[in-house]
């Protein structure tokens, strides 16, 4: 049972079934910016031309995979929809709700590219909540849920941010980066 518990499930629920006008921007706004990550990994790859952050994501991603996996198997919780019986307000599976790969992929990015490119950051990371909150809105997850999620991510994010900065790696990848088509004549900008 969640930490939070069900109580704050339904009452969620019951605001968005009094208020089900919001249920359709809540569910585009999150389908939005789940499709941002992506995005703005292709417009920080525009920008800069190197390989840290595509790296990176792809480790993170990978090993945030494994680890949501790995809790979910540790941690069975039923998602709210179906422990509390109700319909969720998006179409979802009834497997474990804990914890959300969701919000842990979009925080995966969100913290990748904060560090590469603060402004971009920022507004993935707004976006990585809005997702969250919006997950939870639907009834397919727990608060908890989405918190573990979104520590997953950023954990994951940062250590292979910061695991490929360094020299040999970083000389490295700066190598592979030089023979790649369009590379920068010039050391990628610092972050903003």
Same mark, same amino acid.
């Given at each position: 049972m969640p930490l939070i518990g069900d109580g704050t499930a339904q009452a969620i629920h019951s605001f968005a079934i009094a208020h089900?006008?919001?249920?359709?921007?809540?569910?585009?706004?999150?389908?939005?910016c789940?499709?941002?990550?992506?995005?703005? &990994?292709?417009?920080?790859?525009?920008? /800069?031309?190197?390989?840290?952050?595509?790296?990176?994501?792809?480790l993170g991603l990978t090993v945030a995979d494994k680890l949501c996996h790995y809790l979910s198997?540790?941690?069975?919780?039923?998602?709210? $929809?179906?422990?509390?019986? $109700?319909? @969720?307000l998006f179409p979802h599976a009834d497997n474990n709700s804990f914890p959300s790969s969701t919000v842990a992929f979009a925080a995966v990015?969100? !913290?990748?590219? &904060?560090?590469?490119?603060?402004? &971009?950051g920022i507004m993935l990371a707004v976006g990585t909540v809005i997702i969250a909150v919006g997950c939870v809105y639907v009834g397919v997850h727990y608060? +908890? /849920?989405?918190?573990?999620?979104?520590?997953?991510?950023i954990g994951c994010g940062a250590v292979f941010w *910061?695991? *490929?900065g360094p020299p040999p790696v970083g000389r490295f990848l700066g190598?592979? +980066? +030089?023979?790649? @088509?369009g590379a920068r004549a010039t050391s990628?900008? !610092?972050p903003r």
């Open positions: 089900a006008w919001l249920t359709p921007i809540v569910v585009v706004v999150t389908a939005v789940i499709g941002l990550c992506p995005l703005a &990994l292709i417009i920080v790859w525009i920008r /800069d031309r190197t390989l840290r952050a595509a790296v990176a994501t792809l198997e540790l941690h069975h919780v039923s998602r709210p $929809f179906v422990a509390l019986h $109700f319909t @969720p990015v969100a !913290t990748i590219v &904060l560090l590469a490119w603060r402004r &971009l608060i +908890e /849920d989405v918190v573990v999620g979104a520590a997953l991510g *910061l695991a *490929l190598a592979i +980066e +030089e023979r790649l @088509p990628p900008r !610092t």
